[in-house]
């Protein structure tokens, strides 16, 4: 690697010359990998682990369990869960993540240990009345998030879902992203329940609405044809989940240029069911995958999100790192081991069976994670 964290040279040990000042590890019967790519956590989370029903079978009542335990959560306890969440990452062999959180305190963990990734900060306001309140609040936390963004940590903008998030501020939202070149990321067609409100105006969110006196309107349009109703698909766009979608919809995102972010062991622990990886692929939509949060999986294992979406092998590994870099539009600086990329670099035990161990984790050149002994 070079003196900032590019790749020099690849290949096999007799072909690269050492330059003189590098620092050499010999690792006999590991693997070299480009540095996996999660892309989609909620690592402000990750301490709440042990205190959310992992299977409540009503995924609103989920929601608002969420909600509450997040209220009942210390900023300084945010950041202590960014923290161990991004060294997880990274132990397990995970060297970029696209993060969806309303805290901040992932901005700070990266940029505090040196990760990379991008922080999509989420508003919420589903009372046309909030708009005013959340932009305010939006825009004064992406000002402070962006003092702390560098080449290897972005801030995003995350309207999060259409159940939380009214049509105005989708817009505003939206707006302000593009204006100011920020990258998007929504949470997009995971649950029946999420398309019955959308389309109908009805089910359990329509419920909800009802008892806190906001208008509800039925769109008779699927979740992403409403999102593209409201200009909210783009290039700069991280569709997530996208389970409930037909084919009028992957032609939707496929035209806006959009990419997905596939979750198939949350979608399947929460009992929303599969989303159409294929028919994604075959549109040749962009798409990653993402290990969701600890609350709704139990542990971030990308391997085994890699296993669930039926991909093995090679299929897998590209799975997690260059289509990853193509979902986050990061796939000229990092995903693969070329001269010149980023040095997102792994190196784990052969995986005849099981689990790999993480051997060393390194990030723009720099290590971050080594089990001492080798
Ligand atoms: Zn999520």
């Known amino acids: 690697m070079t003196g900032d964290g590019r790749i020099a ?8 010359p050492t330059p003189h000042a590098a620092r050499v590890f010999h690792f006999p019967d590991a693997e070299l990998l480009p540095g996996l790519i999660n892309c989609h956590t909620h690592l402000e989370l990750t301490q709440l682990g042990g205190g959310v029903k992992h299977d409540e079978p009503e995924f609103h009542k989920w929601i608002w369990h969420v909600r509450t335990l997040k209220d009942a959560t210390s900023a300084e306890a945010f950041y202590e869960a960014a923290l161990a969440g991004v060294r997880e990452c990274w ?12 805290t901040g305190a992932v901005m700070r ?5 040196g990760g990379r990734g991008i922080v999509y900060h989420e508003t919420f306001g589903p009372d046309p009345a909030q708009c005013a309140g959340s932009m305010a609040e939006l825009e004064a936390a992406v000002l402070q998030l962006r003092r702390l963004a560098t080449a290897q940590l972005v801030v995003g903008v995350s309207p999060h879902a259409p159940y ?23 949470h997009i067609a995971e649950s029946q329940a999420e398309t019955d409100f959308v389309r109908d105006g009805a089910g359990p969110f329509a419920t909800l609405f009802g008892k806190r006196s906001i208008p509800v309107e039925a769109q ?6 409403y999102l593209a109703q409201l200009g909210v698909l ?4 991280l569709c997530i989940h996208c389970v409930q979608v037909d084919d009028a919809d992957v032609e939707l995102l496929r035209a806006a240029g959009a990419a997905v972010a596939h979750c198939p062991l949350s979608n399947a622990a929460h009992g929303h069911g599969r989303a159409p990886y294929d028919r994604f692929r075959n549109a040749r939509v962009p798409i990653g995958l993402g290990t969701d949060s600890v609350i709704s999986v ?7 999100e890699a296993a669930a979406a039926g991909l093995g092998g090679e299929a897998a590994l590209r799975a997690l790192t260059i289509e990853g870099a193509r979902a986050l539009g990061w796939d000229s600086e990092i995903g693969s081991l070329e001269v010149g990329k980023a040095g997102d670099v792994v190196v784990q035990t ?3 069976s099981g689990r790999p161990t993480v051997l060393l984790t390194v990030v723009s050149g720099k290590i971050v994670h080594h089990i001492s002994g080798q």
Do not use: K, M
Request: glycine share 8%; with cysteine; hydrophobic share 45%.
């Open 9 to 16: 040279a690849v290949g096999a040990n007799a072909d690269v």
């Open 109 to 113: 963990a990266l940029h505090d240990l």
């Open 164 to 186: 939380s998030v009214s049509a105005p501020l989708y817009r505003a939202s939206v707006a302000f992203a593009r204006r100011e070149g920020l990258p998007l990321a929504v």
């Open 220 to 225: 008779h349009r699927s979740p992403i044809a």
């Open 234 to 237: 783009g290039r700069d766009t």
């Open 350 to 352: 052969v995986r005849p």
């Open 91 to 102: 132990a397990r062999g995970v060297t970029c993540i696209a993060e969806t959180g309303s």
């Open 298 to 304: 139990g542990e971030l294992d990308l391997w085994a």
